[in-house]
């Protein structure tokens, strides 16, 4: 594997009776970046990172994790990663300190390493104030912070997150975001499933979408979004009645077939004109008489691009 790159997996297959969870991924990340799987529930991004994780072998292919081969050299790979997985591991009768302590100590660390880890950890989170309860009493986005201050314990070369901030309040996920961006900063690779789509649209350097098992799109944010075309014009009119007029006229100056919200009087299709096409459309709403409300012009979403990909959302189960 070549040095620059942290992580790279050939042909990864695995089937779970007769579901065939991953069907020949290939991923590679080049050392200090963010890759982001994304996926919908059931895509095979989890049974990835337990691949990768040394937690589950698979049917064929091969994989390298900062260096070592999985198969062969998995004690070596737990030695360079941190994972934070879907559900938060943590030992609900130890305190929120005494979880960090104790990974710390399994890690190798002499006490005082592992208490000031411990603390420092605490601290980047905010749990100071729950530190001395038991883990038990925390919520459920404190477990989450809990989980993934302990995946970075060891300061590891590669840290593997499975939906970190799933479950977590708006300043949660900014701080889990946070940090994330301070481990690359610091010259870790980070591998990031998400159902979030502005998650990878924030974090990550290079995106992977598979559905089924598959890889069925790559590249930059940027690259995913400009497969789409065009722009996408949205027009919010004032009457119900008015949004049969408004589908046709958004249907003869776009570039595909209008989606439209009845209920909320909103019509939306993609255009390659881009304001050009704005204005024609508002021009002949004129003559049709429709009262518009509003009015947008918008660039392609990573929403947009998973849609067009799979023909349905993230959060819906493949």
């Not at 038990?136 to 590891?156: F, H, I, N, Q």
């Not at 776009?254 to 704005?278: I, M, Y």
């Amino acid at each position: 594997m070549p040095t620059d790159t942290a992580v790279r997996a050939e042909a990864l297959v695995k089937t779970f009776g007769s579901t065939r969870a991953l069907d020949g991924i290939d991923l590679e990340i080049p050392t200090g970046t963010v890759l982001g799987l994304l996926g919908p529930n059931g895509a095979g991004k989890t049974t990835a990172v337990r691949i990768l994780t040394t937690l589950l072998r698979p049917d064929s292919g091969r994989a390298w994790v900062a260096g070592h081969d999985v198969l062969a050299e998995p004690d070596k790979v737990r030695r360079s990663i941190g994972l934070s997985g879907q559900y938060a591991a943590v030992d609900e009768n130890l305190t929120g300190f005494e979880n960090l302590y104790m990974v710390g100590r399994l890690y190798g660390m002499n006490k005082p390493d592992a208490r000031t880890r411990a603390t420092e950890l605490i601290n980047r989170f905010r749990l100071t104030d729950a530190a001395a309860r038991p883990s038990k009493t925390y919520s459920g986005g404190m477990r989450r912070r809990l989980d993934l201050a302990g995946a970075l314990v060891a300061e590891p070369q590669v840290v593997l997150l499975d939906e970190p901030t799933t479950g977590l309040d708006p300043r949660g996920r900014l701080d889990t975001w946070e940090v994330i961006g301070e481990l690359v900063a610091d010259g870790a690779t980070v591998l990031l499933t998400t159902q979030y789509l502005e998650e990878a649209d924030q974090l990550a350097d290079t995106i992977l979408v598979i559905d089924h098992g598959k890889v069925i799109a790559s590249g930059t944010a940027d690259q995913l979004k400009a497969e789409v075309g065009g722009e996408r014009l949205e027009i919010v009119v004032a009457e119900e009645s008015e949004v049969e007029a408004t589908t046709r006229v958004l249907a003869e100056v776009g570039s595909a077939e209008p989606t439209v919200d009845r209920h909320g009087k909103r019509v939306q299709v993609l255009v390659d004109a881009g304001p050009k096409s704005l204005v024609e459309a508002l021009r002949r709403l004129d003559v049709e008489n429709v009262t518009v409300l509003d009015v947008g012009l918008h660039r392609p979403t990573l929403d947009d691009v998973f849609l067009s990909l799979t023909g349905h959302a993230t959060e819906e189960t493949a």
